[in-house]
């Protein structure tokens, strides 16, 4: 599997934003990949409003969403990001999508929401219910996970032991005292985890730190990308991950029940 991952600095105009997603689509699907993971919130954000996700939040059907589809139909790429769509008056769901040849092959709702480090995502964001289903790109099992999922190794691991192969991660990582080795740490934590392969796009920009980082089952970091715009590539095979799992049989060597969903 050839996998791409872009990332961006998200602007207050959702239009605007829809454009770059659609850009870096097509780059990717130009360079043949297979997967493009793009970051989480992507329909609009501003440094002075937090608030601006959820005040943008858009339905499915509405514009933003239609417009990826549209450039989705033109090929058999598979893109990975998340946006909010709106659930009840002043709230929204931070919503994963997966869209392949036009259509949404999987959703799933973030259920751990960021409150930490004084931020409570859930003042104005439900909380999802349950695990996404894996879904196959280029023959290989990907598990859908949401930034601060990142913290929960109990969610990797119940990907992993459902047969994920590789995990993605589109995340808006904020800046701040120890964030950057956090999330170094926690991607290599989680790989190894798992022993499955980490795609994760971090957003750009003033407030977030970007670094993207493709990570193989052994914890290496095969691609990564700086603070600034990107798009990066790496391969991966579904024989790495067994080649890996021989030799580190975590998953066979567990003494704990699986992880479930309070």
């Not at 329909?43 to 990826?68: E, W």
Request: charged share 20%; net charge neutral.
């Amino acid at each position: 599997m050839k996998v791409a991952v872009g990332q961006f600095v998200v602007g207050p105009v959702w239009q605007e934003n829809a454009t770059t997603c659609v850009s870096l689509m097509a780059q990717a699907a130009a360079k043949e990949a297979d997967l493009l993971v793009l970051p989480e919130a992507v329909l609009a954000r501003s440094d002075t409003d937090p608030d601006m996700s959820v005040k943008s939040a858009q339905k499915l059907d509405d514009g933003y969403v239609q417009q990826l589809r549209a450039e989705s139909r033109k090929n058999e790429m598979t893109t990975v990001l998340t946006l909010h769509v709106p659930t009840r008056d002043g709230r929204a769901a931070n919503t994963l999508l997966a869209i392949r040849g036009g259509e949404i092959v999987a959703n799933y709702q973030k259920v751990h929401l960021y409150d930490a480090f004084s931020v409570q995502e859930s003042k104005q964001v439900d909380a999802g219910a349950s695990l996404a289903p894996l879904i196959k790109v280029a023959g290989m099992n990907v598990g859908l996970m949401t930034c601060y999922d990142l913290r929960f190794p109990d969610m990797a691991l119940s990907l992993a032991l459902s047969g994920a192969e590789v995990l993605v991660l589109p995340a808006a990582w904020l800046k701040g005292p120890h964030k950057e080795a956090h999330w170094a740490t926690l991607l290599a934590a989680r790989a190894l985890d798992s022993t499955c392969y980490m795609v994760a796009s971090g957003e750009c920009g003033n407030k977030n730190i970007g670094q993207s980082r493709i990570i193989d089952p052994l914890g290496v970091t095969v691609a990564a990308a700086a603070e600034v715009p990107a798009l990066i590539f790496a391969e991966m095979t579904a024989e790495r991950v067994l080649d890996v799992r021989q030799m580190l049989p975590v998953l066979r060597n567990r003494r704990f029940a699986p992880p479930q969903m309070l």
